[in-house]
């Protein structure tokens, strides 16, 4: 295995329970009555305001805060030098499971911070036999909590090299940049194919003999996942966060789990979500706890939990592969205007409408967005390249496969 740096030593695609052992040895890690673990991180959302794309081509990446090549490369450097007295681990998989558009990803993270590690390799798809020996990943994540980057907001750096497809995270013990630091480059990738990476989940809805299958964009927090997985017809939930929509309009998966917000959360209301994060393989991040007692409604810390858990442990969920194209795309949002509560949009309408991303700011998005009516395009925060480019694609999509698109 050979990586773009050289740690003290490496501890390469660990086993699940190689790193629940290693994760339960963190000083900030506690054990629920139910058997999982929940971990409290120093971070506890997306650190938007340190997140930059190495690029000296700003015009290709309007909207988005930079640095320079040369910045970047002093910045990896510094983190190189680092790891050099660290141990590390690495994980590899895959986003998404079709074969036509899986992308093969790396994560490399201090073993200091194992439930990171152990957290993203819930989500990727795990390699199939004889993939080990040609194994390449063409996205990386290097990651190291411990690293303060001097000089950027808070000391923390989230550089984003789209070119090599690298991005390189400092200081953050938040599992989000993990996550989102390997979907924002795989971001570029299904654009560059022709395609639109979606902010999106997806389920497949039985009607009237028939299945529909709905998206649903939404920012983070909005009720994306909690819409998702409500199982109103027996619907079956297929992703929960990101998806890709190509140009003949066939749908792909990313994750093989879920990254949920477990504020309010109850069985009464997410029967679903509220089993799976229960069960003890699951990974908690910063939820209330006291003397092995869960408390979903304690924000005494941060309105932000969240639960990592696989796919495989939600009842019925469905699979990607098995849909054709999508009959719905639903807008979520969530703000305290005065609008319908269902509105049907056509056309370029549809288009523009998902282009103004109206919403109201969670704590996922961290404290400066919490409670602010924000507009993001496509709802879709993570897609690195000039917004305007998002907009013409799913313009074209929806003209060449139309879909039914509601606010």
Not at 260 to 271: N, Q, R, V
Not at 299 to 328: C, H, P, W
Request: charged residues 25%; contains cysteine; neutral net charge.
């Amino acid at each position: 295995m050979e990586l773009p740096v050289r740690p003290r030593r490496v501890i390469a695609r660990p086993s699940p329970e190689e790193l629940r052992s290693l994760t339960e040895r963190m000083p900030n890690c506690l054990r629920s009555r139910h058997g999982n673990v929940n971990v409290q991180t120093r971070i506890v959302a997306r650190s938007k305001a340190s997140t930059f794309i190495v690029t000296d081509d700003t015009a290709l990446h309007r909207g988005h805060p930079t640095i320079t090549r040369a910045e970047g490369e002093r910045m990896a450097g510094v983190q190189d030098e680092h790891i050099r007295s660290r141990d590390m681990i690495v994980v590899d998989g895959y986003i998404g499971n079709d074969r036509t558009l899986r992308t093969p990803a790396r994560l490399i993270v201090e073993a200091a911070n194992a439930n990171i590690a152990a957290m993203q390799q819930c989500l990727y798809y795990p390699l199939e036999r004889g993939d080990e020996a040609r194994f390449e990943p063409q996205v990386t994540v290097i990651y190291t909590p411990n690293l303060p980057a001097q000089g950027y907001p808070n000391d923390r750096l989230i550089a984003v090299d789209l070119e090599r497809r690298i991005t390189r995270v400092f200081n953050s013990d938040y599992f989000g940049e993990s996550k989102k630091g390997g979907l924002r480059m795989w971001n570029k990738i299904v654009y560059d194919r022709g395609g639109l990476a979606m902010h999106a989940g997806c389920k497949i809805i039985p009607v009237e003999g028939k299945d529909r299958v709905a998206l649903i964009i939404g920012l983070s927090g909005t009720g994306k996942t909690t819409t998702t997985f409500s199982k109103q017809n027996d619907s079956r939930p297929v992703q929960d966060d990101f998806l890709a929509i190509m140009p003949d309009g066939s749908i792909h998966a990313t994750e093989n789990g879920c990254f949920a917000k477990t504020f309010g959360l109850a069985e009464e209301t997410e029967p679903a979500i509220y089993r799976a994060v229960l069960k003890p393989t699951s990974y908690l991040e910063n939820v209330s706890q006291k003397e092995g007692e869960l408390d979903f409604f304690d924000t005494s810390y941060t309105q932000n939990g969240r639960a990592v858990f696989k796919m495989a442990d939600i009842e019925g969920a469905g699979d990607a592969r098995s849909i054709k194209k999508a009959d719905l795309l639903l807008i979520l949002n969530r703000n305290e205007d005065v609008i319908p509560a269902v509105a049907r949009l056509g056309g370029p309408q549809a288009a523009a409408y998902f282009m103004l991303g109206e919403t109201k700011g969670t704590s996922a998005g961290g404290a400066e967005e919490a409670g602010r009516f924000l507009r993001i395009p496509g709802t879709n925060p993570f897609f690195p390249l000039d917004h305007g480019l998002q907009g013409n694609r799913i313009l074209s999509i929806l003209r060449a496969n139309p879909m039914e698109v509601y606010l």
